[in-house]
Each structure stands twice: as C-alpha cells, then as structure tokens.
C-alpha cells in the first residue's frame, strides 16, 4: 500500500520540488519583479476596487498571496504548491473519469507542467494558477456529486462562482459541459447541461446590462487578460485548451486497446514531458533579467555599497544595472570618484536613462537623488494612476510629499503604506516626521534631498541636460547635480567643458577634486599644455603619476591596441583615461536587448 | 439667551445625560470650546433639503454622545464609540423638516478614565431654500498625463445615493472631459469624451448622439462649453492646450494655452461657426458664459501669446459680447472687468439664475485656476460692476463653481483640506451681504475626505436625473459621428 502510494505521489512530489528549485535558485528575480507591481492593502477600498469586475476576487487573493513575495523562499513554495495540488486534482478528475486506468494519468500532467513552465515568466502571476486550481475544484466536485439536489445547487451558484473568479468560471464551464456532452447520456444529464448553459448565459446578460460598468471583454475575459502575459502567451492559451478538453482527452485516451502496457506507455510519456519541461525551464533561464531584478532590489533596500561592489567585482553592461550602479555611487556622494571602477559602455544614457517615460519606476528615483523632488513625485503619482499603487511609488509619493511640507497628502499615502503587510515599519519611520519639518530636515535622507532642491521654479525639460543645468543655475550648491554633470561630460569625453566646470568647484565646498573629474583635468592639461582655472583647488600628488604612469604603460605597446587593452591592470582600466581612450558607447539602448523595454 | 434658557438647558442636559447613563452630573468637566470635529460643520448654513451632516468627532475618548436638538423641538441623542457620527435618513429628515431653521449639536466624550467631558455646543442653520437634489462632477484622480479611471458622477445631494452618468471603462477607457447642463433644460446636456471613442456627446432630450465638432477650419479641438439658455446654441472655447511642471516646492502644474476663439454651435442644424469680431486675431479668448436671459456671452480673454511668452505675464480679463438669438450675430467686445490692471487673472465666469451676479476665479497669472493656490472666488454685481471677494475663500485653490437653480447655493472646489484634492463645497449665497460659511458635500462616511485620493471635478448642479446612463454613452460611441459643418457668418 506505501509503496502504492509512494508511486503515485512521486510524479506529483517531483513536480514540486522541480518547480520550487527553479523559482528559488533560477528566477527569483520574478519575484522581486511581481512584488514591486502590486501592493496589498488591507482596506475596504482595495477590496472594494476588486468587486467591480468578475473576478475580481480571485485578483484580490492573487494579491493576498503575492505579497508575500518578499520573501523568495514563500514566493517558489507558494507557487510550486499551488501547482502540485493542481496536479493531485486534475490527477483525481482522470482517476475519476477512467477509473485509475493510468494510462491517462500523463494527461493529468500536462497542465500543471504547462504551468510551470508558464511561471518562469516574469509576467506570469499567481492569479492564473489560482484560477486553474479553484476552476479544477470546481470541475471535480461536480464530478463527485452523487444527489441531484447538490448538482442542481451547484448550477445555481454559478452566477458566484463567475463574480468570485471571472474567465475562470468561464473555463470550469466550457471543461463541465464538454463532459457533459462525452459522458452524461441519461436525461438528467442533459437536463443539468441545459440548465447549467441557461444559468451561465443569464449570469453573463445580468453582469453585463445590470451589475457592472465593463465592456464585453472583460466580462468575458477578466481576470485571464488582466496583465500582459495573460492577454499574449500562447502557452496560456494552450494550457487553458487543455484544461478545457481535459475530458475529451480522457475519453480518447481511454479507448479500448490503449490499456496494454499502460502502465510502461505511461511512465514513458511522463518521463518525456517532464524532460521536455525541463528543457523549455533551462532555455528560458534569463540571467540578465535576474541580474536586473538582483540590482533593484539591493537599491529599493538602500543598499547601495552592495549595488557598487558587485558591479565593480562582476561588471554588467546591461544598461539598468549601469543606471543603478551610478545612481549608488551618486547616493554615497562617489560618483565622479569611482564610475570607471566599473562599466560605462553604455554611456551617457546610463546616468538618467534618458528620462525614458517606459522606465518611469526607475527614472524616478534618479530625479530624486539629484533633488529635482517634484519630478520624482510627478512620476511616482503617473505610476500610480496608471498601475495602482506600488511599494516603491507609495513610498517615493511620501517621502516627497514630506519634503515638500504636504503633510496632510503624505498623510494619506502613510495611512495606505500602513496597511500592507510589508512596509508597516517603513510608514512607522516616515510617519514621525508628519507635521515636523525639523524632523524632515535633519533626516539623513530627506533632508538632504531638501537642500538638493531648486531654490528657484524652472518647468522639467524633455532633455535631462538641460534639466540638470537648470537646477544648478536654481540651486549652484547642489553637488550631486553637478557630479551628474560632470559624469555626463566625462562619459561624452568633453574634457574642454570639463575643465571650464571646474572652476566652480572650489565654491561649491570641494576641499578635494573627485578622482576621475582630476584625471579629465590631467589630460587637459597634457592636451592644452596648461592646467585649467581651479579656483585656489590642487589636484593631488598621486594623479600625476599615475597619468605618467599610464602614458608609460600605453606607451609601451606601440599603439597595439588589443595589447594595450589586454595588459594593462586593473588601476589603469579604472580610469577616466581608459574610457577616453578606449571606452566605446554602445548604440541606444531599447534595441540592445532582446526581450521588452519594461525590464531591460 | 437669559439666564433661565441657560438654567433649563443645563437642566435639560443633566438630567438626559444622568437619566440615560446613570452619570453624577458632579463627574462632567466642562472643556470650554467646542469639540473639533471633520468636516468643519460648525457654524454652516445647510439647505433643508441636504443629506445627512455626518462627521467625526476629532477628540478623545471611548465613548461620545451626541446629543442634537432642532428648532423644531426634534431632539435626539446618537452614541458613537468610534467617533463617526451617522445620522439615520429618518432622524435628520425630523431635524431639518418642519420648518427648523437651526440644529445644534452637543458632544460629551468619556475617556479613557471614565471621566466625562462636555464640549460647547456647535450649531447649524437651516434654509428653507433648497438645493438642487443632484450634483454631477468628475471623478478622477488629481492628475498630471496619464488616466486610467475616470467617471462622470451624479450624486443625490438629499441622500447618500451616486450613479455613474459616464464610465470611461465602458468607453475603451477614454478621457472624459467638459460636461454642461442646459440651465433652463436639464435634460439637455453635453459631454465631451476624448480618445477613440471621443467626440462631444449630445443629448436634446430625445436621444444621444455623438458629434464631431471640429473641422478643418479649427486650429484646435472644442473645450469649454455653454448652453445658451434657449437650448438653441451651445458657446464653446476652441483651445491648444500644453502643460508643464513646475520644479519649485508648493506649485505642481501649469497649464497654458497657446491658442484660444470662441465658437458658436447649433445642435439643431449641426453648425459650428467662429465667434468673430474686429479684435479676435488678438486675444485668447475662453470659458463663455451665457448670461441667464441669453443676451450676452461672457467669456475671458488675454493677448494672443507669442513664441517665448513668460507665462507668468499672462493675464485675461472679463469681456462680454452682446447676442442676437434670432440671427446669431454678436456686437463688440466690451471688457467689464480688466483683472490685468489689478496684475490678476480672471477664470471660470459664471452667473446667477437671476443675472444679477457674477462669480469668477481670479488669480495671478494664467487661465488654470485649479493648480494656482491664490485662486480665490470673486463676485461681481452685474448692475453696478462692484467686485467683492468672497466670504468662501481659503488658504488653498478655490475654483470650478457653480450656481444651483434657485440662485441661493453655490457649489465649488476648495482644495482646502488637503491642498491636492478638490472637494465640493456648497455656499449659502442670498446677496452679498447675506452669505453662509460653506460646508463640504456630506458623505456616508463622515472621513471619506481624509481617506480617498481622487478629486471632485467640475461640481454642478444637476435639477433632475438625466434620461441617459453610462451604457447608453457606449451604445452611442458605437455609432458613426455625426460631423458639424463649418459656417462663416
């Protein structure tokens, strides 16, 4: 008997550990991604916001769950969970269909397989799982029903079933009737069939002309097409046919002739759809995305050290990971000390992304940490307006709001904050500063941002230089802006305005010239044969010969460049020198990568 | 009040309060202030006829009872653990009937110590002058760019009753923009809905049509409308619009028009034609208003910008054309009230049903009144051209108002509880002189303001429901546009 049902749970306890071990060791990142894109609140109003489409409810579960995705651990064991019970009930609907024939037991796989492959996409939420899973519930209590009376009840409950899980009752139906069709003969059958189809078509005319404001679509179609992934993937679209056809598929398989050697054809079959998901799950492994979402999350924890020591130990030249990298150095005041330690070959896009607006969620935070505050909220409150409210842009619209005095607005995003499960003790700090602007301005973090700001008013360009050179002229004593400049020239090589920049310096209160913005002004002066106006500032002892240095290395292999560029060690590497010499700017960024602009 | 008044309402007061609770009178301390409480509504004048004054009592303690006494001789008691205090329909409808003409409204809070507290009393008047039973504003979010959500609501002002008049999401999600009600003929309005399903919708009391009003002749889109009180004309602004963001702390947008005429639209014979005079190609001209007897068109206008415009330097005025209903043709423009000479900026110009009254916005510079913080609402006597700031006025935005049919109700937007959103706020208005303090549009949930993140746009009254709903604005959008002709007159 164990050893009976050893076996029959093994396909189902591989299937788990398979999934869990891929989500946490291979594509954590789609947590982390998922996490950012959601909030949950444990409010009238959010629950509220889900009622008004079909559903609705199974979206508000979706996000109970992902919640929880803060921790990668919870987020492979939930989602691998959800697909084994998947399996363990789409394995009792075929044992209930062929009676334990197990040749029909791969069948009773194929979604759950389909699924796990499906969740390795970081678009891919939980809802679809949690649909397919509350749709199988459903199918097999009907299956076990035994007394009219529940069976005529459960047709009944239809119009709640479709509130509570919108497409996915759709789903449950088309895969009921199908067996209905295949496998109820007798008259009440087809008395229930026809019932179940007229309940289902009042159901949808009543939802639609009376109950909610959608259109046709998303009474039809919500949640299924609610995100991007759902609205796109044919494997979706597949694994939904599947679950559809589940019944017929049984039928077929169950013909007479196919129980010979069942138990062989069948372990055959299984073998090769779990080596086959195997395969899809290895090619789908994206180690740039996970770099990305690795990155993002140690900045969205503030931990910007990590950020620079990772990219400078392991250099990306995916351009986000640049942007975060730069963005690390600018929040611990190194930009223009340490951006050549580590990879600038996507050049000057890489300091602000270009104000790209597809990549609002992380542009915003480059407004901030430069001091242009109000363009970090504007972009914050765009997110949200668009997406809801996230972790990221609830907190930046509070910790904006705070800046700016709006206590009684950052009021209302704190109250909001509060009630998520993740960021109480966030909203806890950031709340103490309400209705005290000498809190504000002696944080660490808003306080200085405080002082960043522009003094006077100036509109937001399209064009980030020109908005970095209006905050400047607004606010000279912003220092973070002027490293962003100075980066931008120095990653434009334009050591001419370089050395003209630099004359500020000294008022600005540099008691010491940032590290590579020297270098630029050495190789001025090697160009121009004179040092620039620094305003009573000296570069220090070591960069000239270090620059001697170099230009002995350089020198050494005859214009070589391969040579040069195989040879030299890592301190020459790291210099502005280098990247003037041999730092070249790949093309524009949107078109460097394969996958979509959302993440890349 | 003589001091037997004072002598029975203590009495009164102990002796509900013992008889109820059991309390020792000795135990209540007097706190010698009223109690706080959000929304403000001490001290309002309120329409007889509005929904129940929910509020929430903004102090201390465990427990509260309330105890409301109507002129009427009503008077009733209401206990409250958690603060709010909820008027059932029923009671407030026996408080504010009967002829009452004032309520007031005494808290006792029980702290933490089971010690009693008694707030001075706080009152509220009642007018015997009603408002309109339906207010229609927009509902979205106080945004920049971008929307998602977006719907036109009607709102039962007696009740706490709201229906969705427009659903964006049954419109592919479109923006829907400017609405107007015919003042004389409720059940003509307009709707202007931007996007692929957009257009300006129609309804004249018959059916709902969708119209394009621009054409080839327009250098812009129709944007601010007017229904000229026969219902035979409807006045629009045609404007170029942009927006920008301002970078300094305390302002967030400005939005600008490069562009600006005056149009003319019969929905009878589908004709659109220019408002046009010997000035025209000078100014930007916006937001007409019809006077009530539909003799004159008000609108705004300032000097036509030109490329590199400061937009702090622009200042509009109130100007006025003379109007022939019966040919369509206007006289000169005639400035009545030049806000530039005073360095000010005038918006949103609207009268009252008798004609005797102007209420516009004024504010420093430009034509966006909700984004400027200095925008306050001014009223102009019309008979002697005297203009007054009004008593309604906060440290924040007051703009988008309104009148309700009576002429005694003015509804408009104060961003003055939170400085980002706009809520409604409704004024008793008799005459100059004769003003109530305003009070915010009741809800069922007397801290709906402090929670909710959307704004009130556009509030206006609405005498009766419309004949239309949301889906009948998705059957309309399903059918081919009507498209307006171009007629030079």
Redesign the interface.
């Known amino acids: 008997m164990d050893r009976k049902m050893t076996r029959k749970n093994l396909p189902v306890l591989i299937l788990f550990i398979t999934s869990f071990a891929y989500l946490y060791w291979f594509a954590a990142g789609i947590f982390f991604y998922q996490e950012q894109k959601s909030l949950f609140i444990f409010?009238y109003?959010y629950l509220a916001k889900h009622l008004v489409k079909p559903g609705g409810l199974l979206k508000y579960l979706a996000g109970f769950l992902t919640q929880g995705y803060l921790s990668d651990l919870y987020g492979a064991f939930i989602n691998s969970l959800i697909i084994a019970l998947l399996a363990i009930l789409l394995r009792s609907v075929a044992e209930r269909l062929s009676g334990s024939r197990s040749f029909t037991m791969p069948l009773a796989f194929l979604i759950p397989l389909g699924l796990m492959i499906c969740q390795s996409n970081y678009h891919f939420n939980i809802l679809h799982s949690l649909g397919f899973l509350l749709a199988a519930v459903l199918f097999l209590i009907s299956l076990n029903l035994t007394r009219k009376t529940f069976h005529v009840i459960l047709i009944f409950l239809f119009p709640v079933f479709y509130f509570m899980m919108g497409t996915y009752s759709l789903i449950y139906l088309c895969t009921y009737l199908i067996h209905s069709i295949l496998y109820q003969n007798n008259r009440y059958g087809r008395i229930f069939t026809l019932l179940q189809i007229f309940i289902s078509i009042v159901t949808l005319v009543l939802f639609y002309?009376l109950f909610l404001?959608?259109?046709f679509s998303?009474i039809t179609g919500y949640p299924f097409i609610s995100n991007e992934y759902g609205r796109a993937n044919g494997l979706l679209y597949g694994v939904t046919v599947l679950f559809v056809l589940l019944p017929g598929l049984i039928k077929i398989s169950d013909l007479p002739g196919s129980e010979k050697h069942a138990t062989a054809k069948s372990t055959v079959i299984a073998a090769c759809l779990y080596g086959i998901s195997i395969i899809v799950l290895v090619r789908q492994y994206d180690p740039v995305f996970e770099g990305i979402m690795r990155t993002e999350k140690r900045y969205c924890s503030g931990k910007f050290d990590e950020i620079i020591v990772h990219h400078e130990k392991y250099p990306s030249s995916n351009i986000i990971e640049q942007f975060y990298y730069n963005l690390s150095l600018s929040e611990k005041g190194k930009l223009c000390d340490r951006m050549f330690f580590g990879c600038q070959d996507t050049g000057p896009m890489s300091l602000s992304l270009g104000g790209n607006r597809e990549q609002a969620s992380r542009t915003m935070h480059y407004y901030y940490a430069v001091g242009?505050?109000?363009?970090a909220r504007?972009l914050a409150?765009?997110l949200?307006?668009?997406n809801g409210y996230s972790p990221e842009n609830l907190k930046m619209l509070i910790k904006t709001e705070l800046?700016?005095?709006?206590f009684?607005?950052a009021e209302?995003?704190l109250?909001i904050l509060k009630k998520t499960l993740g960021y109480r003790t966030e909203a806890g700090r950031l709340g103490k500063m309400l209705e005290n602007t000498e809190l504000v301005n002696t944080d660490d973090e808003l306080g200085e941002k405080r002082k960043l700001?522009?003094?006077?008013?100036?509109?937001?360009h399209t064009e980030d230089a020109m908005n970095i050179d209006?905050?400047l002229k607004?606010n000279p004593a912003n220092r973070k802006a002027f490293e962003y400049k100075m980066a931008r020239l120095l990653l434009e090589k334009d050591i001419l305005a370089i050395a003209e920049e630099s004359v500020k310096m000294a008022d600005m209160g540099y008691t010491t010239i940032p590290r590579h913005i020297e270098e630029a002004i050495v190789a001025f002066a090697s160009y121009k044969k004179a040092l620039p106006d620094l305003a009573g500032l000296v570069l220090s002892a070591g960069t000239n010969a270090r620059f001697l240095n170099y230009v002995r290395s350089v020198n050494s292999f005859a214009g070589d460049r391969a040579a040069i560029k195989k040879s030299l060690n890592r301190a020459e590497k790291d210099t502005f020198w280098y990247y003037l010499q041999f730092g070249q700017i790949r093309g524009d960024f949107t078109r460097s990568r394969p996958v979509d602009r959302n993440v890349y | 009040m003589n001091l037997s008044v004072i002598g029975s309402v203590i009495f009164a007061t102990a002796t509900f309060i013992a008889g109820c609770n059991g309390i020792d009178i000795r135990d209540i301390q007097p706190a010698n202030r009223q109690p706080a409480i959000e929304p403000d509504y001490s001290g309002i004048t309120i329409p007889y006829n509005i929904a129940p004054m929910n509020f929430r009592i903004g102090e201390e303690g465990k427990k509260f009872l309330v105890r409301i006494s109507s002129s009427n001789g009503i008077c009733n008691k209401i206990r409250s653990s958690d603060g709010n205090v909820i008027f059932p329909l029923k009671l407030w409808r026996a408080l504010t009937g009967n002829n009452a003409d004032s309520i007031e409204i005494e808290i006792i809070a029980v702290n933490k110590d089971k010690k009693y507290i008694k707030y001075s009393p706080f009152s509220m008047k009642i007018s015997g002058d009603s408002v309109d039973p339906w207010l229609c504003y927009r509902f979205l979010?106080p945004?920049?760019?971008?929307?998602?959500e977006m719907q036109l609501i009607l709102r039962s002002t007696e009740t706490f009753k709201e229906k969705?008049f427009i659903?964006n999401?049954?419109l592919?999600r479109n923006c829907i923009n400017c609405h107007s009600f015919n003042s004389k003929k409720a059940e003509r309005f307009l709707v202007q809905v931007r996007g692929s399903k957009g257009g300006t919708y129609f309804h004249d009391g018959m059916d709902l049509t969708r119209r394009i009003l621009r054409t080839d002749n327009m250098k812009a889109n129709v944007v601010y409308p007017s229904w000229h009180p026969s219902g035979k004309y409807v006045a629009f602004s045609s404007n170029r619009t942009i927006q920008?963001?301002?970078?300094?702390?305390?302002?967030?947008i400005?939005v600008m028009d490069l562009f600006s005429s005056l149009l003319l639209y019969d929905p009878d014979q589908n004709l659109i034609s220019p408002v046009s005079d010997r000035d025209t190609a000078n100014y930007m001209e916006t937001y007409p208003c019809w006077a009530p007897d539909g003799k004159y068109l008000y609108y705004c206008r300032a000097e036509q910008v030109m490329e590199g415009f400061d937009y702090r330097k622009i200042k509009y005025d109130l100007a006025r054309k003379r109007f022939d209903s019966d040919t369509g043709e206007f006289g000169p423009a005639e400035v009545i009230f030049s806000a530039s000479e005073i360095n000010k900026s005038v918006s949103f110009p609207s009268i009252s049903p008798d004609g005797r009254y102007l209420v516009l916005t004024l504010h420093d510079y430009g034509t966006f009144s909700i984004w400027h913080r200095e925008a306050d609402l001014y009223l102009l006597d019309l008979q002697n051209m005297d203009i007054k700031k009004l008593p309604f006025n906060s440290n924040e935005t007051e703009s988008y108002h309104s009148w309700s049919s009576n002429g005694r109700w003015i509804v408009f937007s104060s961003k003055r509880?939170?400085?980002?959103t706009a809520r409604p706020f409704i004024a008793f208005f008799e005459s100059p002189g004769k003003t109530g303090k305003p009070f915010v549009l009741p809800q069922k949930d007397p801290t709906l303001y402090?929670?909710l993140?959307k704004t009130f746009n556009r509030p206006e009254f609405v005498p009766a429901l419309p004949a239309s709903e949301?889906?009948d604005f998705?059957k309309a959008s399903a059918k081919p546009p009507l498209k307006a002709r171009w007629i030079e007159k």
């Open positions: 409010s109003e002309k404001y959608q259109p998303v242009l505050v109000n363009e504007h409150f765009e949200m307006v668009i800046i700016n005095g709006n009684r607005v209302r995003y109250n700001m522009p003094k006077d008013d100036f509109f937001i209006l905050l607004s | 979010y945004g920049y760019e971008t929307w998602v969705y659903e999401q049954l592919e920008s963001f301002h970078m300094k702390a305390g302002k967030n400005e509880l939170d400085g980002l402090r929670r993140d949301a889906r998705m």
